[in-house]
């Protein structure tokens, strides 16, 4: 089992940025807690409608929106583990996610590749995948493989089962495999304990995790809402990732961005919590801010990495692994 040097120790070489005090994330929270409770989420999953309300949530059906009580939200976050095991396929790979350990894997995904045979820019393949995946696996640098590059030479409804069987055959390192509705999340499910040997192999030792996103603004899809609970109800890990965009889905302030990002994650989070307390989670980011002038994402852009600061810092508040995107 690998377990990367704690970044931010002063025993170690590491970094850390502090771009809230903790009054301030205090208030952030705060104010999370009072749009979740009065503002609520817009929840398109019928499933997941059913069990925020078992779970003593207010759910106005008509309307579909969600509004969950300060103290479900406090209990999500006290049932979430503070670590969380991710398996590779060989257990050399194994990785613990906890408390100031970093790791690093590969972020996507390209649609365009340049072929390293011939020098044409063309869209990116199957083939493509599989072969960084083969890339990744060689590099000890990174720890997992996540999505990498769009098989597009293949249905988009089947896409996230064709890219986790193409990962998954040229990888021993874990494999996050994001999926975008139910059916996909539970064939995720059973392709991976095909590949462990079984369920029960799959639980104590899941070589796939979960990955969804919510939409800004305060938003739940269907095909977000079905596979946390999928994976939830399963005990795999999952990624639940929001990617506003301050100043087009968020508000342009920090702050104000944070608290809706902040609001859009633990709303995944009590979900997957009241599908099976005690599922493992991750607090992930790719939130960025719009190019006012092009109306373009920016990723790589400075307020992307103090965004990603801020991030981590909420989620070590809350004492769960964080995810975060960057370049």
Known sequence: MKRNPIA?????????ISIFSDEDLEMIHDATLEVLEYAGLYVQSIDAMDIYEDGGCIVERESRIVKIPAHIVEDAIRSSPRKVFLAGRDPRHDIVLENGRVNFCPFGEGVMVIDPYTGEYRQSTKADKGNVARLVDALDQYDMLENTVAPRDVHPELESLHNYEVTVSNTTKHVPQP??????????IEMAAEVAGGREKLKDRPIVSGCTCPQSPLTISEGCADPIIEYARANLPQNILSMALAGATSPVTLAGTLVTH????LGGIVLAQ?????APVMYGSSTSIIDLRRATATVGCPELGLISAAVARMARMYQLPSYLAGT
């Open 274 to 278: 009241l599908a099976r307390r005690g």
């Open 8 to 16: 931010g120790r002063k025993s170690f070489i590491g970094c850390s």
């Open 262 to 265: 902040n609001a859009e994650v």
């Open 179 to 188: 999926c975008h509705d139910k059916r996909s999340a539970q064939l995720l």
